[in-house]
Every structure is written in C-alpha cells, then in structure tokens.
C-alpha cells in the first residue's frame, strides 16, 4: 500500500512540479524568517503571526493537494482563492502549536520534576505520547475536512478515528512522512518539501475512502477481504502507463 502510494503521489507531484516547488520555497522562507525572529528577543507576537501565515499557506496548498491527488491540473489561481477559505484551519493549528510548545515547554518539565518521580515520568510520558499521537491524526486534518465538507472539529475527530481504525497504516505513513522531511532538509525544504507531503496525506485518504466505500452495506465477511485491485483500477492503470523516461523526456513519447 505504502509503494502505491508514494507512486501516485511522486507522479501526481511532479506533473505539478513547477507550481509546487514556489510553494516549497515560499514555506522554506516563512520557516527562515522564523528561526530568525525566534533568535531575537521580544518579537512573540510576531513568531505567532509567522506561524500563522505559514499554517495558512499549508491550508491552502492543502487544497490544491486534494485537486491534484484526484488527477486534477488545478490552475495557480486555486491557491488564492484557497488562502481566503483556509483562515480558520490556519487559526486553529495556530493556537494547536502554540499549545503544545508551552506544554513541551512548562507542563511537561514540572512533572519530570516532581519529587514523586514514578508519577512525574508517567504523567509526563503520558502527556509526551498524546501530543505525537495527535500529530500523527492529524495527518488525516485536511484531506478529510476538504473531502468530507467537515467542520474544524468534526475533522479532528473524523482523523482520530481514521488514525484508530487505520493504525499500523498511519504509523507508516507518519513514519514516511518523518523521512522525506528529514530528506528535504537536504535541500533546504525544495525537494521533494512540504507540499509533497500534503499531496501524500491527500493521495491516503482518498485511497482509504475508497475501502470505505466499498464497506457500506457489504457483510462482515466481505470486508475482510478489501479488493484492492478493483477499487484502485483507474489509479493502477494511470501509473502502469507512465514511465521513468516519459516523466524526464516527455517529448520523447
């Protein structure tokens, strides 16, 4: 599953390269003028605007990711009128951030410090292990809030049930996602980026509600056996047709 996916995204992805590698560099400069302000004292107010610009950018490459996963050549103009549509996802991940730095910041370290030392590390663990399971759901955030025409909270709480129902796939997505953004690094955030990961997340969710689909009124002996094949037809067809040669030299096809 993980191969198909990271097959469809990394075509999807570079049928839009152009346009999504500007998204790249814009978020890999939002990101530096971050850690610059954020080297300065008595600018918080403004590393929470930055913060919020940068969710905002998310949300609405978030957006064109959904279009592009569903075989989609959205036009630059998607991603402003995207922008204006993504405030409110950008407010809440904005004030999610800045909830869970004080909390890594103060909660976390006054319960390691407690003289009770069992219960200070269980508690602190605890708390640890809730934070990165959210992160991790909330891989699930926009495609499912976009896809579904969900609310802020329906769409967190549609993620934590996917992340639930759908564990050892969103660890490995998680896991995925973790490595091609250590990877990215290596390019300063260009390539392959954040907005390949938003273009991964959308192509697993959409993959997922496809078995969702297929599950309405099926007997529980039919959802044992999802038939991948059948439901992934289209997309096996589209990505068997293209080659690695096609992909650098289209106009030698």
Known sequence: MITFLLKKSFFDYWDNLYKLLIVNLCLAL???????????????HIEIAIIYLFNLLIGATSRVAGKISDNDLPKVSLFIHATKTAWKDALFFTGAIVLQVKILDHIIP????????LVGMSMGMLIFWICVIWWVAMIYYY??????????????????????????????????SSVLLMLSLVTAMLLPGISFLLVFHQ???????????????RSPADKKDIPWGFLLKEDLEIIGKRSLSEIIFPWKE
């Open 30 to 44: 939002i990101m530096a003028f971050y850690a610059l302000q954020s080297s300065m004292q008595g600018h918080g």
């Open 110 to 117: 006054f319960y390691l410090k407690l003289s009770a030392r």
């Open 143 to 176: 495609p499912l809030r976009l896809r579904l025409n969900l609310s802020v909270f329906q769409a967190v709480y549609k993620s934590l049930q996917l992340f639930a129902d759908n564990f050892t796939l969103s660890l490995a997505v998680f896991m995925v």
């Open 203 to 217: 192509v697993a969710v959409r993959t997922l509600l496809f078995k969702y689909d297929y599950m309405k009124n």
